[in-house]
């Protein structure tokens, strides 16, 4: 059992602090939008790179900042049954969707993306269009970074909710830690 938490509390530690890290880049985004907006609008002048630099943050964003989201059980659910379960009925249903569908999808992208990265990186791929960004490569390795973390995020959920369907649940032991970092979320 301590091992299971040491590994659970190792891949949330992780996923914290690339949340915590990655969570100023939506700050970044709404200064970029602002600016894009104001230039556009007053100053009658559009930057192909200023708009590439939006949806690259927001990719980043998102890919990096899903596993977190997981972490805090942030996602959006439309469950009308899996809100009235208990604690234990609540793991069955997160020990069998992360066993038969997001740690097997996330290994699913992780594997199936690797040639279109190492191409994009080969020829050092950057934007089409005039006046776009270079480096379009290193966005494109994001997406195996994020599913990673997403799939290193699914363990720690299979591994938690396993314990609370066998009744030792781990939340017990990090049921402070969650709460002050939904505090801080």
Known sequence: MKVIHMIVRLIDGLNTKVGHAISWLSTILVLVVCYDVFTRYFLRKSSVGVQELEWHIFAVLFLLGAAYTLKLDGHVRVDVIYTQLSPRGKAWINLFGSLVFLIPFSILVIWACQGFI???WMI???SPDPGGLPFRYILKAMIPAGFTLILLQGIALT???FC???GR???EIGA???QEEQQHA
């Open 118 to 120: 190492s191409m994009s």
């Open 176 to 178: 402070k830690e969650q």
């Open 164 to 166: 609370t369907v066998i």
């Open 169 to 171: 649940p781990l939340e």
């Open 124 to 126: 050092q791929e950057t």
């Open 159 to 161: 591994l938690r909710s």
